[in-house]
């Protein structure tokens, strides 16, 4: 537990040195586990130790055929320009299989949509984003590309939905990232927490919402009131036992 978390918050800050040293002792203690083996290869990639890596990941593909992250991350090796022996045909057969696993692994469908870019088969990559959007609707930039792709292979009019998708998602993300630096500037500001929860009601996100309504109300109950109020209307769910008095 505790060197696999201190590996992760080398890894997370980047002292890829320290991130090992922890990984390889989490792995001593815990030679069978898969996660620990996974963990360890992708510290070994960011530092270059390609063929090692790729040891430990082969190892954990022979031993559970059904573990979907280590076929996606030896696929990622294998499709990398920094290994010097890049395999484009073997990356993508085992981001295939990371998605025959479990075809909620974005990342595997993202990669191997932008390698299908890259040889120009579009309808193969419009396939794989449509996919990937299923699981993370979100994703502007799958948008983008899948807006892009469907132009190409003349899907006009789905070009131009996701393109306005796009548009208003990377809004979004710009206002949230503003209202976010506000909060962080001052965490005891009403006013900063009501703005950032009214925009994520506004484009219905409703759990982050909540969270930042609190704290508008538990930092002044006279301006957080009746936004969090009209935020539990809109969801349709009962009101808690908050100190309200119909504000």
């Known amino acids: 537990g505790g060197l696999i978390y201190l590996a992760t918050e080398f890894d997370r800050l980047r002292d890829l040195s320290k991130a090992l040293s ?15 083996k996974i963990l360890n290869a992708g510290v070994l990639y960011k530092l270059g130790k390609y063929d090692d890596a790729a040891t430990l990941l ?35 057969h085992f981001f295939l299989l990371a998605l025959q696993i479990s075809d909620k692994d974005a990342d595997a469908a993202w990669r191997l949509a932008n390698s299908c870019i890259e040889q120009n088969r579009n309808r193969q990559a419009s396939y794989l984003l449509t996919l990937l959007l299923k699981s993370v609707p979100d ?28 548009q208003t998602l990377l809004k979004r993300n710009a ?12 965490q005891t500001s009403a006013e900063d927490h009501l703005a950032l929860g009214k925009h994520f ?17 538990n930092l002044n109950q006279v301006l957080g009131a009746a936004p969090l109020k009209d935020l539990y209307q809109t969801v349709g769910s009962p009101m808690p036992l908050y100190e309200i008095s119909g504000k």
Do not use: C, F, W
Not at 22 to 36: F, H, R, V, Y
Not at 143 to 165: N, P
């Open 201 to 217: 009601a506004k484009y219905g996100q409703y759990k982050p919402a909540l969270l930042e309504l609190e704290a508008t109300y």
């Open 22 to 36: 922890a990984a390889q002792k989490a792995l001593q203690s815990n030679p069978e586990d898969t996660t620990i």
């Open 139 to 166: 994703s502007a930039a799958a948008r983008e590309q899948l807006s892009k792709v469907s132009a190409k292979i003349g899907d006009l009019q789905i070009s131009k939905e996701q393109a306005a998708i796009a």
């Open 58 to 92: 082969k190892g954990v593909i022979q031993a559970d055929p059904k573990n979907g992250p280590a076929h996606r991350m030896y696929a990622q090796i294998l499709d990398s320009d920094l290994t010097g022996k890049r395999n484009r045909t073997e990356a993508e």
């Open 175 to 186: 206002e949230e990232a503003e209202l976010k630096a506000n909060v962080e500037r001052n």
